[in-house]
């Protein structure tokens, strides 16, 4: 196949930004000039994510009973909602963020950061939300984490209707969303890439565990600088 490329931007909003993010990556905003970068390069599909939840999604802290309902250190378990005999997932709760709104507009948090420079008229470019489902947490821009997931979104089926054969992951946050969607897209048979310098982790200790399982046989999945990408896209 053709070496055709998508660009998948994860995540780059309001509430995973400082100075005002409900849920800030350190950090956050300063990758946006390099996305920016990489936005001017000829990629045949550029996608951005957004996280976009209900009020009462699972992710929230609040939404827990105490005492396990403290933002950043508690974990709740939940069943695939579809297959409640397969195994179980444990996930972490977030501050409130990233709220989809009652009209579906979404929230001031719930924003792409007005700084990343989306070429107007073009027609590739696509937005996939993510975590719409109060019942499952959503990192991957793909599905939840489920074996058999409940939840799946277009952008696999995006992605092979116009014969992508890599994918460029970059976005927020580099241990978690980041992370799963280049997980998937490599289980899903793409060619994936993480671009080092496009994205910021939640802990910077989590990345040494990252970038090992990213080096799997079973992922391989390589790290690149932003201006690697830049000398292969132009070519
Ligand atoms: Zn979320």
Sequence with gaps: MTFKPALIIVDVQEDFCPPDGALQVPGGRDIVPVINELLKLPFPLKIATQDWHPEDHISFASNHPPPNNIPFESTITFKNPIDPAEKPQTTRLWPVHCLRGSDGRGSDGAKLVPELNFPKEDKVHRIV????????EMYSAFADPFEKPAVKSDLAKILREENITDVYCTGL????CVYYTALHAAEKGFTTWVVKDAQKPVKQENMKEVEET??????????VSKDEVLQKIKQ
């Design 129 to 136: 939300k993510k975590g719409e489902d109060k019942r499952v």
């Design 173 to 176: 946050a580099a241990d978690y």
């Design 214 to 223: 990213y080096k799997q046989d079973k992922y391989k999945i390589k790290m």
